[in-house]
């Protein structure tokens, strides 16, 4: 049956970009896209910077990672002895991506990892069997499906007086199957109010935590999706992302004086879901707009490819969780292993030629970053505007 399904698949890709073809895409996925207004998830025009290329095209990721503070070191030398280590809050790093990139910035022995999590004894325990070694990180409480807990766990990294250099918003929750919306303890519908609302409070409160950083780089990365981005295949898998016009974010998303989604419509969790990711995109963007002149932080967004083992397919149903793997692997090969995802997301918190503010980072087959192309929505700084400020009146920030 699955190879029925392949032989379904067009058997070449024409993705061209104003007339343009591109290679890589066609090495990388089987998937045709026919449609003119999908744009390739993939560009031929990787980071431009050439120590960054050199590199790649010898030993992608590893190397990177393993060399990115010495590089950093080599720009200020007579900071070389001294440098502190990185110090690194990621959300969500008690499973999956989360825990994978601490793992691999653990490794590199320039970063301290707070791992922000709601389970500490899970997170314990996932540490732990990752082989991080305990000097290496901290884990703080946050459940960032409660305002409460996000203050509180800001109140804590400031009272720890370990200086911070790096903010991952990472963790998500997805509820594909779920018939009625849950909530947070604000009463916002959970996907949207975890995956957006508690991080947008998380990094507007440590944006001053940021600023008093003397690393070399300050960075605000929050983890994206191809599927909140409308100008992929992925992305125009039913229910595509929408915010429309926000009616139902300004109403609170509570469900009972509107609409627990964003646009306004009947619940649908895997919509939810999509539309928190678009919104984190969004956020990245506006804060580069607001902040990044003033405060010379980079903020990004980032697809680390189709992580199709972790956790977040937990609510879905066992032959999902059973088929989805083999799907992107054999069919889509947009999957990636933990372990590389990790990679990726840890590239984008250290390696010294990422400082581009403002963008959306992808890899291709071969691992190589590029800055990619957001969808319409996902890119709109009218949007952008108008979800911060909604979303700042939700959070109690205005
Ligand atoms: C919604 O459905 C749900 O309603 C919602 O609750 C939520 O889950 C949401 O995005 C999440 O999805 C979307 C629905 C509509 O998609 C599906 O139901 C398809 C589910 C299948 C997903 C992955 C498993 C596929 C398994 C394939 C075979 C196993 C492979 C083994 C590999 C071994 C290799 C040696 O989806 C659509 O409407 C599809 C629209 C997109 C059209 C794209 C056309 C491309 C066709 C590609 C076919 C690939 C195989 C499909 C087989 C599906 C059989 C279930
Ligand atoms: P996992 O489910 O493995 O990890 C999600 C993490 O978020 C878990 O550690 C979970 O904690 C944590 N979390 C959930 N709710 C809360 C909360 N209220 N407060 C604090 N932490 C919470 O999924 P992934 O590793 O796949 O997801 C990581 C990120 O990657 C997400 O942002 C997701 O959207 C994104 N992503 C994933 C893709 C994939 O293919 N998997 C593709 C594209 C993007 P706990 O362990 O306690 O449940
Ligand atoms: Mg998708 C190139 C094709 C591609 C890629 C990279 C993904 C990634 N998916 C692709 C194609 C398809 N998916 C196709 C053709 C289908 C229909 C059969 C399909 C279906 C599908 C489902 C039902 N895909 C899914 C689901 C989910 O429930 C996942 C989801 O939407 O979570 C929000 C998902 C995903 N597909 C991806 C990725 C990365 C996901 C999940 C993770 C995420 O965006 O965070």
Redesign the pocket.
Same mark, same amino acid.
């Given at each position: 049956? %699955?190879?029925q $399904? $392949?032989s &379904? @698949?067009p058997s070449a890709i024409s993705i061209c970009k104003e007339g343009k073809s591109n290679a890589s895409f066609k090495e990388t996925s089987p998937f045709g896209v026919s449609v003119s207004h999908l744009k390739a998830e993939f560009n031929p025009h990787p980071v431009k910077s050439k120590k960054f290329k050199r590199k790649l095209s010898v030993k992608p990721m590893v190397a990177q990672i393993a060399t990115a503070t010495p590089e950093t070191n080599q720009a200020a030398p007579e900071t070389k002895k001294t440098l502190r280590k990185g110090n690194v809050i990621i959300t969500g790093a008690s499973s999956g991506l989360g825990l994978a990139t601490a793992k691999v910035l653990v490794e590199t022995e320039k970063w301290h990892v707070i791992m922000a999590c709601r389970n500490f004894l899970k997170a314990e325990r996932a540490a732990k069997s990752a082989g991080i070694a305990k000097d290496n990180y901290t884990i703080m409480h946050l459940d960032l499906a409660s305002l409460d807990s996000v203050r509180q766990f800001v109140d804590s990294v400031r009272l720890s007086g370990r200086p911070l250099d790096v903010l991952v918003c990472n963790a998500a929750v997805y509820l /594909? +199957?779920a018939k009625e919306p849950t909530f947070t303890a604000e009463g916002f519908e959970l996907s949207v109010g975890t995956n957006h609302l508690g991080h947008f409070l998380l990094s507007r409160l440590l944006l001053d935590e940021l600023k008093k950083s003397d690393y070399p780089f300050k960075r605000v990365i929050i983890v994206g999706s191809i +599927?909140g981005n409308t100008n992929t @295949?992925a992305g125009?898998? /039913? /229910?595509k992302a929408n915010l429309g016009d926000l009616r139902g974010l300004a109403g609170g998303l509570n469900g009972i004086n509107g609409s627990p989604m964003i646009d306004g419509g009947d619940f649908?969790? %895997?919509k939810a879901y999509k539309d928190s990711k678009v919104c984190n995109m969004l956020t990245m963007q506006e804060f580069h707009r607001r902040y990044h002149e003033e405060t010379g932080i980079t903020f990004a967004s980032l697809y680390p490819g189709c992580i199709a083992t972790t956790g977040l397919f937990r609510e879905?149903i066992p032959l #999902?969780r059973l &088929? #989805?793997p /083999? #799907?992107q692997?054999?069919?889509t090969k947009g999957y990636v292993s933990e372990e590389e995802a990790g990679k990726r997301l840890a590239q984008v918190v250290s390696d010294p030629s990422l400082t581009k503010s403002g963008v959306y980072w992808s890899w291709n087959k071969n691992s190589a970053s590029f800055e990619n192309q957001l969808s319409q929505e996902a890119s709109n700084p009218e949007k952008a505007r108008k979800v911060w400020e909604i979303s700042e009146k939700l959070v109690g920030l205005a």
């Open positions: 049956m %699955a190879l $399904a $392949a &379904l @698949l /594909p +199957t +599927t @295949l125009n898998v /039913p /229910p649908d969790g %895997a879905h #999902f &088929l #989805f /083999p #799907f692997k054999y069919i």
